[in-house]
């Protein structure tokens, strides 16, 4: 069976199933995925996490600076209200502030002026550090401290350079080490005469920083104003955090710093930036928060794709386990091989090798079939080889254009080329000519096209030739081969003419019963007639009986005979004029008779004819026998006769004229005589000639002669409506003759008497003819007819030669048969009455000494 | 006459030498031969006379020979001699152009009269193929325009017409016609149209 495979190396690999190998496989593959994505997703996140952040906080610092803004704008609007309010102007109506020299300004501390209005608006703003009226000559006149804290000293001594630059806008300077917003806005009293400037001033802390962005904090960030100059802290919002003053290099490590210059509040002696610190630790907590969130994610994504994966190999792996279970039970049941491997393990691999498996069988099966085929090609062309030399047909190969490859013996035998002369040679004109080779051609080309089925064309009778010329008739079937090579014929040719004949035999007796003009009958042993042919009828009516009643009592006898006997029987029978011979065949084992009826009326009356026929040749062969020898006579003769008269007519000439010498006649005499006796001789030898033939003498009844004579102008007494009447002797008379001539002397005599009994009417129209002895030793004949008679003239001549009174006659008849008689030592004479009739009669030498021997029997037929 | 000849061709002696013996009675000369091939030997054209021929004859028959002369070009009168009865025979003689023919045994004075009529037939024949030929030896003569004025008088043209035709002058014509009649040795219009005839331009 199934020779060893190799297995499949790793066997290890083979060991495990294919989804453990696939769930393994999908996890390798997800780590690695895993531990490479992670690199360089974590990075790339990272990095895109960054830019985001930094783009993020630079809009949270412009936030931070517009919110700044708008803080100080608020305070720049309540300046302007306080400074415009009614109380105020009303306070500074009575005043005029005109002395000269430094003032001491008045300070409020705790109570509140009068010129402070309720302002409900401090609850959204810090309250501010300190409010200062200035006068008209920038002096400070009157101070408002909400904390007891003391007023900076520069404040009063450079108060119109401080109240000139914020009175533009918001000033932000600082006083003694601490940053300030001062606000200023000028102030009249009631009357509208300007009066000085108010001045509202807030520290800049933590507290106002904190406001200034109204709560809004953003992970701990922190804003501050930096002092560009020294790279340090003004003031931060978170004063804990990030104390004032301290350095901005100590900060940079833990805080994103974005800062940003604002000019519009810069005093002349400070470098101010807004700076917006963003703690790192709340960004790293940030980046990380949002890696780990990617990296969960990432792997849910690996186990759903491991999962996934796992579960479609599974499927797969059931399904070829349903494959393989299959192939095994197929390999089993159908092929009777088993599994060459463990099963289990590796089913792509179990595949793989079932596949191989299979591969190898299928060569192998490949290579036996070869092997068994070729054997069978080797011994097929053996057995075709010997068909093919001893086929009694013949068979012969022909390439596609008809021309001859190869032909078997038969062939050759049968047509009579051999292989060398018909190789090459196109067979439809080899052996076809004509319409037969048309034909052929035909069968060939619609052999060609393949589409019609080969019978249509096979078995075509066509008419060949053989070398010799003689024509034969064929059968020709012919198969269409497509080698790779091109297309080749093999024809056929089966010699029918025998077969042809036997054909028409069989068809022929085929409709023998049936059709046979001769009655056909059958009958069983009981004599019931079982089968009549339509020409039975005459017989069935004389038989006064049909199909399927029993014969008469005599045929049933001789039925009977017929079939004890085992022999075959013919016997005759005459029904309405009709003459039938009924020849009765027994068939033994099935106790039928089968009777095979002749009508043989025409046959004995055709029998007749054909003997009067004859006779009547033997008659004019005769005559014409004469007639040739009579010209050939005249001719001979005619030659010394004429120059006979030549010399006679010439000499009487000269005799007449005088001219001639007697020596010149003389001789011209002698030539006459030669001549004379050249024709003597002729004459002499024309007799001698007849002599020679000796007698033929037998012996028979001359009333034989006589109705034989008689059956032979049988027709011709019918058509003359003529009877002949016989008187014949009884018990006949023998005689010793020539049997051919004697027939001719009486068949000349009776034709002679029918001749004259032409020309008498139909009633009168006698013919006797009786025999008799005459004597002891002689027998006479009389023909004795009515007619008209012979005149007396006629008689002298009766029997001269060359004298006829018929038209046709030759005038030889009755001389050749007085000659016949005169041989056969008798006599013929006639006797006539003209008018009334004539009688010829013959007498001839009986044969009585011979007549106790004398028997008819092989004579008379 | 006296050089006409009667030839006999019988392969019977006693036929040729009785017939010798009768023709000459009457003062023919005869010469006979055995078979047709001898007197195709010995006979030229030039000899004047006639043919008694047998038909009936081992070798060439007398229908051949007489076929043989046909295709020759000789024209000598034939006498066939047949047997009794030859009647078919003698038809095809006589549409090959026999003169006549004698059956045998013969009438003296049928054969005799046939045979004179056959030599005066030869003799006038032979007078005509001299006449043409003396004819035809005066015509070769004459100019090619002399043989088309000719021929047009011939024709039964007058002279006018002639001229008018050939588009010379009547004088021309004229005298075209004068030496046609001196050459052609005719004494007179109808003499040359006989000629002409006879010779059968």
New interface residues.
Partial sequence: MPGRLTPFRPLWLRRIPLPVLSILIGVLCGLVVWFFLDQFQSRALNRIFQEELQTRLDQRARESLVRFEQYIASYTSTTKLLANHRRLAEYLEPKAWDEEGSVTPKVYLRSEPDWLPQVPQWAGLIPPSFLILFDSEGRGREVYLREPRPLPQDILSSGPLYVSESRVQPYITTLDNKPYLLISRPMEDSFGSPMGDLMLAVAIDDRFLAASQAGVSFRGAVVALLDADEQRVLASSDSKRLPPASPLTEWERDYVVTAQSFFEHEGSDLNMLFATFMPRWGMAATSSSVTRLVRRQRIIDTLVYISVFTLAFYLLSSRINMLLRRISRFSQRALGIRQPFPEGGNQLIVLEEWMRQFVHLVRRAGDEMRHRHEAEIQESEAVKRAIFATSLDSIITLDEKGRVIDCNDQAERLFGYGQEQAAGRELAALVFDGQSGHTFRKILESSGDGAQPQEESAHRELTALRADGTQLPVEVSVMRIQLESGVVFTVYLHDISRRKKDEQEIQSLAKFASESPSPVLRVNERGVILYANDAAEPLLDYWGCSRGQTLPLYWLKQVKRVLDKGWDAELELVSDGQIYSLLLAPIGELSYVNIYGRDITAVRRAEQASRQHQAELVHVCRLSTMGEMATGIAHELNQPLSAIVNYANGCTRRLQQGIGGEAELVEAMEHITTQAERAGEIIRRLRSLVGKQPPDRSVVDINDLVREVVSFVEFDTQRLGLEIEFDLEPGGLPVRVDLVQIEQVLLNLVRNAMDALRDVPEDKRHLFIRTRPEGAERVRVEVRDTGSGIDATTMEHLFDAFYTTKSTGMGMGLPISKTILDDHNGKIWAESQPGKGTTFYIVLPNAMELAHTFTMAGRIQ | MSESVVFVVDD?Q??R???K??I???GMRVETYASADEFIKNYYPGRSGCLLLDVRMPGMSGLELQEYLANQQIRIPVIIIT???DVPMAVRAMKAGAVDFIE???N?EFLLDSLRNALALDEHQRSLQAERAEIAARLAQLTPREHEVMVMVTDGKSNKEVAAALGVSAKTVEAHRARVMEKMEASSLAELVRMVMAANI
């Fill in positions: 019977d006693a036929m030498n009785s017939l013996w009768l000459e009675s009457v047997g009794h009865g045998k045994p013969f003296d």
